[in-house]
């Protein structure tokens, strides 16, 4: 398990610095000032198309079951999908509730969220 960790730290790194550009770039270029929520959705969905790749493909590579071609993927959606409100929820704590700027809060979206969507992967997604 810790080298399916590490694989999936790395492959979790590049999908992050993806985020990460394209959430500054929405937030503080093309989108009013004080709607840096609304940056995560485009940011969130470039990431998940590279870590679905990246991650089943690499990071959990031989575990568990391929056969489910349904199944697997739109549990991998479910599973995004509740790191997108996650991430919406935090960055609107983060930039509207307490009033940081729009940087402050990549830290907790690019820390707790990959750590709860990797154990959700691990035993619902990739099992």
């Known amino acids: 398990m810790s080298t399916q960790l590490g694989r999936y730290a790395i492959a979790g790194a590049v999908a992050a610095a993806l985020y990460s550009l394209?959430?500054?770039?929405?937030?503080?270029?093309?989108?009013?000032?004080?709607?840096a929520e609304f940056a995560v959705v485009p940011a969130f969905l470039a990431s998940l198309l590279l870590s679905f790749q990246l991650h089943s493909r690499?990071?959990?590579a031989g575990h568990g079951s391929r056969n489910e071609?349904?199944?697997?993927?739109?549990?991998?959606?479910?599973?995004?999908?509740?790191?997108?409100?996650?991430?919406?929820?935090?960055?609107?704590?983060?930039?509207?509730?307490?009033?940081?700027?729009?940087?402050?809060?990549l830290p907790p979206t690019l820390i707790l969220t990959p750590l709860l969507t990797f154990a959700a992967q691990r035993i619902w997604v990739f099992r």
């Open 22 to 35: 394209i959430y500054l770039i929405f937030a503080d270029k093309l989108l009013p000032q004080g709607e």
């Open 58 to 60: 690499w990071s959990f």
């Open 69 to 105: 071609k349904v199944r697997l993927p739109l549990r991998f959606l479910v599973v995004q999908a509740a790191g997108l409100v996650t991430n919406v929820a935090l960055t609107y704590l983060v930039t509207k509730v307490l009033m940081e700027p729009n940087w402050v809060a």
